[in-house]
T-cell receptor, first 115, second 115 residues
Framework: DQQVKQNSPSLSVQEGRISILNCDYT??????FLWYKKYPAEGPTFLISISSIRDKNEDGRFTVFLNKSAKHLSLHIVPSQPGDSAVYFC??????????????FGKGTKLSVIP | DAGITQSPRHKVTETGTPVTLRCHQTENHRYMYWYRQDPGHGLRLIHYSYGVKDTDKGEVSDGYSVSRSKTEDFLLTLESATSSQTSVYFCATSPVRGGPNTEAFFGQGTRLTVV
């Protein structure tokens, strides 16, 4: 059973426009959410995160919104640039007990920004 | 960026042979993770560690074992490799849980092919 879902495998956006990537989760125990970006043949790199006690976090062109009641988060990229073309993974963190925690990832959304 | 080195970067092995992948970090991070990335599945957690000799299973742990005898090294072993274990394997580390340092840092990945 997939606990973190990214239902759009791909997204194409014109350069300069807004990119909106969506993520849904089912586990209400998740208390921290993260977005990662991945280029081909590289490891994922951290992009932005949000605690479950907040509903918005902004970092430059990137903003993450969290709607806990809907168990939904989204990543907004404004304005989109060709260099943003990558696979974006949504991830959620849960305390697994005994001082441990693990990250659960979605399947990813491939963003293509068209010049 | 955290200093995370995965070795080998590429490996081809035969079905039924044992394989060990190594992850080495220089950041003294407490948490370490092994993920596999497959088309249509995104990143799936295999095993993780929350301290020396403290490990736990992830989502897809069958056929894999891990060991962590030192803070800096986390080994992933396939006791008897199968073709279904052909994948790209990523190691990740994380310093602490919660707050702005919750993000995990990823290695460059190991491409394993089982023939």
């Amino acid at each position: 059973d997939q606990q973190v879902k990214q239902n759009s495998p791909s997204l194409s956006v014109q350069e300069g426009r807004i990119s909106i990537l969506n993520c849904d989760y089912t586990n209400s125990m998740f208390d921290y959410f993260l977005w990662y970006k991945k280029y081909p043949a590289e490891g994922p790199t951290f992009l932005i995160s949000i605690s479950s006690i907040r509903d918005k976090n902004e970092d430059g062109r990137f903003t993450v919104f969290l709607n806990k009641s809907a168990k939904h988060l989204s990543l907004h990229i404004v304005p989109s640039q060709p260099g943003d073309s990558a696979v974006y993974f949504c991830a959620a963190s849960v305390d697994s007990g005994a001082g441990s925690y693990q990250l659960t990832f979605g399947k990813g959304t491939k963003l293509s920004v068209i010049p | 960026d955290a200093g995370i080195t995965q070795s080998p970067r590429h490996k081809v092995t035969e079905t039924g042979t044992p394989v060990t992948l190594r992850c080495h970090q220089t950041e003294n991070h407490r948490y370490m993770y092994w993920y596999r990335q497959d088309p249509g599945h995104g990143l799936r957690l295999i095993h993780y560690s929350y301290g020396v000799k403290d490990t736990d299973k992830g989502e897809v742990s069958d056929g894999y074992s891990v060991s962590r005898s030192k803070t800096e090294d986390f080994l992933l072993t396939l006791e008897s490799a199968t073709s279904s274990q052909t994948s790209v394997y990523f190691c990740a580390t994380s310093p602490v849980r919660g707050g702005p340092n919750t993000e995990a840092f990823f290695g460059q990945g190991t491409r394993l092919t089982v023939v």
